[in-house]
T-cell receptor
Framework: DGGITQSPKYLFRKEGQNVTLSCEQN?????MYWYRQDPGQGLRLIYY???????QKGDIAEGYSVSREKKESFPLTVTSAQKNPTAFYLC??????????????FGPGTRLTVL | AQRVTQPEKLLSVFKGAPVELKCNYS??????LFWYVQYSRQRLQLLLR??SRESIKGFTADLNKGETSFHLKKPFAQEEDSAMYYC??????????????FGQGTILTVHP
């Protein structure tokens, strides 16, 4: 598998600490996304970015922050303000513009556990 | 706001039996619907999209705008179909273009 990489695979954090999850893609995609996957709740969109230096809040952005300084990279910071951060986090990318033929490609995910 | 509902968290069938995974959506405009699948220890990946009207791995899905549904069907299930299936909706146009809204997911188990 190439395309989209996420690191680390597993991450442990103490309460009150910020932590940054890495997402890199070499697909030359303009759009990138962060989702949170919880059992029984499906995937929920945290943040997305259609182009470098621009991003929008998704459905559950509170307690998270992102940056998009490079086309290839879209790191997600889980801040201490996030009330329930323990979850599986998925990053995805797609060609710009969306559309019915626009497939999102997903990374392998990072499992974050708050101790 | 758009919403996607998959009423079954778990679905079990025997090999060779027909399978139908239900998906209903609510959206006032023209939706673009997708099915994504996550096999054990693999990444989430696109299975099929309604606009292509294609059959992938024997699965088909028809968009029924009257019933606001996009059910996934396969006439004869195989053990390798066991996976988590997500229905997803994308809106056309506007600042949310390309953003996907996912359902809660259905875990399909095909027994031998």
């Amino acid at each position: 598998d190439g395309g989209i990489t996420q690191s680390p695979k597993y991450l442990f954090r103490k309460e009150g600490q910020n932590v940054t999850l890495s997402c890199e893609q070499n697909l030359n995609h303009d759009a990138m996304y962060w989702y949170r996957q919880d059992p029984g709740q499906g995937l929920r969109l945290i943040y997305y970015s259609q182009i470098v230096n621009d991003f929008q809040k998704g459905d559950i952005a509170e307690g998270y922050s992102v940056s998009r300084e490079k086309k290839e990279s879209f790191p997600l910071t889980v801040t201490s303000a996030q009330k329930n951060p323990t979850a599986f986090y998925l990053c995805a990318s797609s060609s710009r513009g969306g559309g019915p033929l626009n497939e999102q490609f997903f990374g392998p995910g990072t499992r974050l556990t708050v101790l | 706001a758009q919403r996607v509902t998959q009423p079954e968290k778990l679905l079990s069938v025997f090999k060779g039996a027909p399978v139908e995974l239900k998906c209903n959506y609510s959206y006032s405009g023209s939706p673009e619907l997708f099915w994504y699948v996550q096999y054990s220890r693999q990444r989430l990946q696109l299975l099929l999209r309604h606009i292509s009207r294609e059959s992938i791995k024997g699965f088909t899905a028809d968009l029924n705008k009257g019933e606001t549904s996009f059910h996934l069907k396969k006439p004869f299930a195989q053990e390798e179909d066991s996976a988590m299936y997500y229905c997803a909706l994308s809106v056309a146009g506007g600042t949310s273009y390309g953003k996907l809204t996912f359902g809660q997911g259905t875990i399909l188990t095909v027994h031998p």
